[in-house]
């Protein structure tokens, strides 16, 4: 390409906190490439800085080069603000290709916008199914994975689920970035800093994670979780508590809940910051996509508090523990006394993981590249 001619241009969209820290390694790997230009634009639908900023800081990626606000809303007023929000600035940028990742709003929303514009869409993280449908986002992955013209499924049954869709666009299995972050930064963490801050040093403890709405939204359902998490003799529950579920345990009136020597609780932790309580807890309780996948990473046991799972490789490889409120009692005894060593024993003897080797950011990379720079050359 001459030098003065105009560098094809790749909109990388990002709304949440697990977006920007999946998206990182991809972002540094093409930066490799001066021959194209990279464009960050956040949705705005994580608007706090505990939940969005500082994780672009923390793993040095640059900061968006526009903000949408989009914040909390209604979701489709939210999908609409992201389609208009996203068009407008596709129209006024030009890019050739835009970049979305996963099952967000904010992913539907750029999706969507791009596909009107007969702009190329790159989905990472395709052909994820839960076979759900009481949950938003099945519909999201669905939808944006028949958008879209390139799709990079992290894990060989996320590319069968997309072979027997018959979707339209190229289906590239590269592995999971998500694993060359984890890899990257758990080499340069502070060794017991945060664990020393909070007591922890030599104190057994699970990390819980809690925020999604079917579990925050009905006092009952919440209520029932932290009693029976609470009821857990043999470890402390260290609970980084999302905003959300702060504001729910206010309104219902269940912060007496958690205020006893059961539970240590903290503000949200930075990416680092989880991977480090992550790496020294003994086993993990959550409802979050992405601290399942780095449980998986850590080689921890892992209770999910939902009815389903899009990462049923590490369901099938018997680490990773489904379950719902109701059960929770049950589940937590065997999972204390048998169930966790069990798991821990199965983590022992894999001998490969669905996720590749560490070095799926470099191989997107280059597909995206040149599927950029073809575009730019064949539409002069």
């Known amino acids: 390409m001459k030098t003065s001619e105009k560098k094809p241009q790749l909109a990388i969209v990002v709304g949440t906190r697990p977006e920007v820290i999946r998206f990182a390694p991809i972002i540094k790997a093409l930066e490799k490439y001066t021959d194209v230009s990279i464009d960050i634009l956040h949705t705005g639908q994580h608007y706090s800085q505990d939940m969005s900023q500082i994780f672009f800081d923390e793993l040095h990626v640059k900061p968006p080069s526009i903000n949408l606000g989009v914040g909390s809303l209604e979701?489709?007023?939210?999908?609409?603000?992201?389609?208009?929000?996203?068009?407008?600035?596709?129209?006024?940028?030009?890019?050739?290709?835009?970049?979305?990742?996963?099952?967000?709003?904010?992913?539907?929303?750029?999706?969507?916008?791009?596909?009107?514009?007969?702009?190329?869409?790159c989905h990472?993280?395709?052909?994820?199914?839960?076979?759900?449908?009481?949950?938003?986002?099945?519909?999201?992955?669905?939808?944006?994975?028949?958008?879209?013209?390139?799709?990079?499924?992290?894990?060989?049954?996320?590319?069968?689920?997309?072979?027997?869709?018959?979707?339209?666009g190229r289906i590239v299995q590269a592995g999971d970035p998500l694993l060359d972050v984890f890899i990257e930064n758990t080499k340069q963490l502070p060794k017991n800093r945060l664990r020393k801050?909070?007591?922890?040093?030599?104190?057994?403890?699970?990390?819980?994670?809690?925020?999604?709405?079917?579990?925050?939204?009905?006092?009952?359902?919440?209520?029932?979780?932290?009693?029976?998490?609470?009821?857990?003799?043999s470890h402390v529950v260290l609970f980084p508590m999302?905003?959300?579920?702060?504001?729910?345990?206010?309104?219902?009136?269940?912060?007496?809940?958690?205020?006893?020597?059961?539970?240590?609780?903290?503000?949200?932790?930075?990416?680092?910051?989880?991977?480090?309580?992550?790496?020294?807890?003994?086993?993990?309780?959550t409802d979050s996509g992405g601290l399942q996948k780095e449980a998986f990473f850590a080689s921890k046991p892992c209770l999910t508090l939902r009815k389903s799972t899009e990462w049923t490789d590490t369901v099938k490889l018997g680490v990773n523990l489904l379950t719902d409120p109701q059960s929770l009692t049950q589940t937590t005894q065997v999972i204390s006394v048998n169930k966790l060593n069990l798991m821990k024993n199965r983590f022992a003897r894999l001998k490969a993981t669905p996720y590749g080797k560490g070095?799926?950011?470099?191989?997107?990379?280059?597909?995206?590249?040149?599927?950029?720079f073809r575009t730019n050359t064949q539409s002069d």
């Open 197 to 233: 801050k909070l007591g922890l040093l030599h104190t057994k403890y699970c990390l819980l994670t809690l925020h999604r709405a079917e579990n925050t939204d009905d006092k009952e359902i919440l209520s029932t979780i932290l009693k029976k998490v609470g009821a857990l003799k």
């Open 242 to 285: 999302h905003p959300r579920t702060k504001k729910m345990l206010t309104e219902f009136g269940l912060l007496p809940l958690i205020d006893n020597d059961r539970f240590k609780i903290v503000q949200p932790l930075s990416y680092l910051e989880l991977l480090e309580v992550l790496l020294a807890a003994d086993f993990v309780i």
């Open 75 to 121: 979701p489709a007023h939210q999908v609409a603000n992201i389609i208009v929000g996203c068009a407008d600035y596709f129209i006024s940028t030009k890019p050739e290709m835009v970049c979305i990742w996963g099952d967000t709003n904010s992913s539907l929303g750029a999706a969507l916008a791009a596909n009107k514009l007969k702009i190329r869409v």
């Open 124 to 168: 990472i993280e395709a052909g994820c199914r839960s076979f759900d449908y009481r949950m938003s986002e099945e519909y999201n992955r669905i939808l944006i994975d028949h958008l879209a013209d390139i799709l990079f499924p992290l894990a060989a049954n996320d590319a069968r689920n997309l072979t027997r869709e018959k979707v339209p």
């Open 359 to 372: 070095n799926a950011a470099q191989a997107i990379a280059k597909v995206i590249h040149q599927a950029c």
